[in-house]
């Protein structure tokens, strides 16, 4: 089973992603991490990248890709893999598909966790970081015993600067039209899943679980 998985920032994705992995036996392929682990190696793919992510810019898709591809032949000994940030555009759907014929595989399901706007703004807007130890709190889901106070250390609560809802909307805004032709796309081909992403973790995973069940 090769299971693609996208979803709006604030969905939980990386929380389900590991989920998902361990559950059903699968290669976790995160972009994401791949690349930040370049980085730190200093290896010529983490040189490369790096000016890119540290501007919060998509990293040049061939580099992405055959950074995927090689991460892809390693699944050889498990029961498949899980993508997680990759595909990012439609061209790299469309690579990865080419890909996968000369590697003889097929995506099996894409699981696109829908999250409603407002749900989003609830969960990014409510996000703040001990200043100090780094602790992540949410004052609506997950709120620190002292308003404003870490409960571990008892630092200063801040907010991400692009966690307010003028940026919030913004990035939301971009996601969409980055990922609508992605879903169009999975969607033709007739793997596409949708899940419903609003509600607590428990509630998210279940129905993920059932759409990779099926
Ligand atoms: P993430 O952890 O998924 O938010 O990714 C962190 C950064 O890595 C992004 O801001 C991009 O610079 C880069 N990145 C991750 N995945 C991709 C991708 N599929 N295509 C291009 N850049 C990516």
């Given at each position: ?109 894409s699981v696109n966790i829908d999250v409603s706007d407002e749900e989003i703004l609830k969960r990014l807007s409510g996000r703040r970081t001990c200043i100090v130890c780094g602790r992540p709190y949410n004052v609506v889901f997950n ?72």
């Amino acid at each position: 089973m090769n299971v693609v998985l996208l979803g709006p920032p604030g969905a939980g994705k990386g929380t389900q992603a590991k989920r998902i992995a361990r559950e059903f036996g699968l290669l976790h392929i995160s972009s994401g991490d791949l690349l930040r682990e370049a980085v730190r190696n200093n290896t010529a793919l983490g040189k490369k990248a790096k000016a890119y992510m540290d501007k919060g810019a998509l990293v040049p898709d061939q580099l992405v890709i055959a950074m995927i591809r090689d991460e892809i032949v390693k699944a050889k000994g498990t029961k498949g893999f899980l993508l997680d940030g990759f595909p990012r555009t439609i061209d790299q759907a469309k690579a990865l598909k080419k890909m996968l014929i000369e590697l003889r595989k097929i995506i099996s399901v894409s699981v696109n966790i829908d999250v409603s706007d407002e749900e989003i703004l609830k969960r990014l807007s409510g996000r703040r970081t001990c200043i100090v130890c780094g602790r992540p709190y949410n004052v609506v889901f997950n709120p620190p015993l002292v308003e404003g106070r870490c409960d571990d250390c008892g630092g200063e609560l801040v907010q991400r600067d692009d966690d307010t809802i003028a940026t919030i909307r913004e990035r939301l805004e971009t996601y969409k039209l980055e990922s609508q032709p992605i879903l169009d796309f999975y969607k033709a081909e007739g793997v596409l899943a949708d899940v419903d992403g609003d509600g607590d973790i428990e509630k998210i995973w279940k129905g993920i679980k059932k759409v990779l069940k099926k």
